[in-house]
């Protein structure tokens, strides 16, 4: 069998795993294994209760990596995340002791609880792979990726991410209330099958840096760049936006249409791709301004502005 299908037979099976716990969300976890192949960081942003962190954690569970999770706090401090250098009497040298973000997988588990010192200490990382303690520099294992939960900015005790950030996340998805017989499978399931523990590793972490690697190699028509390249203009001179979107934006979100690509089992981009995926990586990145978000939420205004974007940019043929 062609290296291609056993990749896609192997990202199927993946799928399937997740959607034994994610149940009635196709979409939520497609996209969150568009994340993953396009090798971003995910943000999942809901209401408690609706499998933020059951998502999270199955989606680690699913790779067979090193995983931790962390739950972040208003106490927590950089050092909590990254290390910290200690002096070892016996050798008389300062060591560095490594943090949960040194593994493969970090869950960061309500990361907007915690004070805006402790989320910046993810900058780094998230960025560029590495992480810098007393002028030095300590690499992360590969494949490395933060799957961070939050709950929306209006509730109590959260501290809002910054635009740097959440400039960082390749995606931001929500998940949802379920539909009622999605709920009532879950009620009837809830102590079987369905849970975060039944889920098994599909991938290695071998096999999903092949993957990642077959990503680059999706082919992306001239045309469908212009598209793109039309879309990211459009929000920075739409006239309801104060912020938009940037080149790494941009850069996003051709490596996700890529990702979604091969995920769909083509070896090619269409425009479906692009506008499919605008909304979860455009809609944290932008920042409406004052008069467009009067007479709702930020997100769903910038949701909305985005949705109108892509009924303004022509689709190519």
């Known amino acids: 069998m062609p290296a291609a299908a056993v990749g896609l037979s192997k990202l199927n099976e993946l799928e399937s795993a997740l959607g034994t716990v994610i149940r009635g969300k196709p979409e939520v976890v497609r996209l969150s294994l568009v994340c993953v192949l396009a090798r971003g960081h995910l943000l999942i942003e809901d209401v408690p209760g609706v499998g933020k962190t059951t998502l999270a954690h199955a989606l680690a569970r699913a790779v067979q990596c090193d995983f931790h999770r962390l739950q972040f706090t ?15 009497a016996r050798t008389e040298e300062f060591e560095f002791k490594t943090g949960p973000i040194f593994t493969n997988f970090l869950l960061a588990d309500e990361i907007n609880r915690a004070t805006p010192k402790t989320q910046s200490a993810l900058l780094e990382a998230m960025n560029e792979m590495q992480v810098t303690m007393e002028s030095r520099s300590w690499p992360l294992a590969q494949p490395f990726m933060v799957v961070a939960t939050q709950n929306p900015v209006e509730h109590h005790g959260t501290y809002p991410l910054p635009e740097s950030q959440l400039d960082r996340f390749l995606m931001r998805i929500r998940i949802g209330y379920p539909a009622r017989e999605a709920e009532r499978e879950i009620l009837r399931n809830s102590d079987a099958a369905g849970s975060v523990e039944a889920v098994r590793p599909v991938l290695s972490a071998e096999e999903l840096l092949m993957l990642q690697a077959g990503v680059s190699r999706v082919t992306v028509d001239d045309a469908i760049v212009d598209y793109t390249l039309a879309i990211v203009e459009r929000t920075r001179s739409h006239e309801g936006l104060s ?6 934006g941009a850069q996003a979100l051709y490596r996700a249409a890529q990702a979604l690509a091969m995920i769909e089992g083509r070896d090619y981009v269409i425009p479906d791709d692009v506008k499919r995926l605008v909304i979860p990586v ?3 990145r932008i920042a409406v301004n004052t008069r467009a978000a009067l007479s709702q939420r930020s997100a769903e205004a910038s949701e909305r502005i985005l949705q109108d974007i892509l009924t303004q940019v022509a689709v190519p043929l």
């Open 74 to 88: 208003s106490d927590m401090l950089p050092s909590d995340v990254l290390g910290v250098t200690i002096y070892n």
């Open 243 to 248: 912020l938009g979107v940037s080149p790494r």
């Open 282 to 284: 455009f809609a944290h």
